[in-house]
């Protein structure tokens, strides 16, 4: 397939490495696009072959198959995708912004509002396409307006009030996420820094963060926790190869080694089944999956 020279296609790209499950077979066609124009090239030439492309952020809430997956995958690594400035008392950040350095970002200037989310390995435009969440907190609650690509490469600012926000879900997901604009409340930098620390603290006692992982895997069904349902069919240590549940938290999988994404699927089968058959709820996965 011909691709326009600029764009730097990289075919069969291998993706386990940018995954923090660190599972997964090849792109069929990767490219790290160094600006916005290089960017809606590629999102034409794509949408004029008819492939799929998708948008890897920080890798950490995804499931990647074993072999192809098939269409463009695109990483918006540069410099351009990662800026992040103070516009009166809000903040403008880039898709690409580690949600860390936004959480830092905000409250050395005293903004408020971010704190239940540290501690999460994502990116901003992740946490806008998942409507990332913590503590009763969606990142939603916080956005103002969002930058985004269309797929004819056309630049366009949408309002919130535009803007489907679910549980881990938004409608945003249909285009490449540019940057944000998050309305936050000034609050003062000692109280933010403790909280900061206390949702940290509350992360690490009750996450399982000792082998690689794609944190919750399962979404909390209506009125009750998956984590929950899951230990109640005892199936804490249960594995399919090198794919375990913690024995931490039930609705983590761990690779604790060579574990494939089939064993991971077939791990998830298996927990789905039991919790419907114990106690009729259907288990929805939380993580996105690149099949
Ligand atoms: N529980 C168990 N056994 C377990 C795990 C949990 O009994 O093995 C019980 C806990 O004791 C608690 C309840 O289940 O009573 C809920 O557990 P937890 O407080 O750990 O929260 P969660 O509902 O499992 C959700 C989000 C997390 C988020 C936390 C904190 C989902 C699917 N998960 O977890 O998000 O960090 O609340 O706000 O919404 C993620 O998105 O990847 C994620 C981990």
Redesign the pocket.
């Known amino acids: 397939m011909n691709w326009p020279k600029e764009l730097k296609i990289k075919p069969n790209y291998p993706l386990k490495d940018r995954t923090t499950f660190k599972i997964g077979g090849l792109a069929q066609f990767f490219c790290e696009p160094e600006d916005r124009r290089v960017l809606s090239l590629l999102v034409k030439t794509a949408r004029d072959k008819k492939l799929p492309v998708r948008v890897l952020g920080a890798g950490s809430?995804l499931l990647v198959n074993d072999k192809l997956v098939k269409g463009l995958v695109i990483k918006l690594n540069s410099p351009c995708f990662k800026g992040i400035t103070e516009q009166k008392g809000a903040i403008r950040a880039g898709c690409s912004v580690a949600l860390a350095r936004l959480i830092k970002f905000a409250s050395e200037r005293s903004l408020q509002g971010l704190e239940?989310l540290v501690g999460i390995p994502g990116t901003v435009g992740g946490a806008l396409a998942m409507n990332?969440?913590?503590?009763g907190y969606n990142f939603s609650d916080s956005v103002k307006e969002v930058e985004i690509m269309d797929r004819n490469g056309k630049i366009k600012y949408l309002k919130k009030s535009r803007i489907d926000f679910g549980y881990?879900s938004s409608s945003l997901a249909e285009y490449i996420i540019l940057s944000c604009l998050l309305k936050l409340k000034k609050g003062t930098r000692a109280r933010i820094e403790q909280d900061s620390s206390r949702f940290l603290a509350l992360?690490r006692k009750?996450?399982d963060l000792t082998y690689p992982n794609a944190?919750?895997v399962?979404?909390?069904p209506k009125g009750s926790?998956?984590?929950?349902l899951?230990?109640l069919c005892g199936l804490?240590g249960k594995n399919i190869g090198d794919a375990y549940i913690s024995e931490?938290?039930?609705?983590f999988i761990l690779n604790k080694g060579k574990a494939s994404s089939k064993d991971v699927s077939r791990l998830m089968r298996l927990v789905k089944n039991r919790v419907k058959s114990k106690f009729k709820f259907e288990l929805e996965p939380?993580i996105r999956i690149w099949g």
Do not use: L, V, Y
């Open positions: 809430n239940s990332a969440g913590c503590r881990r992360r009750t996450q944190g919750c399962f979404k909390n926790q998956a984590g929950r899951i230990d804490k931490r938290h039930a609705n939380e």
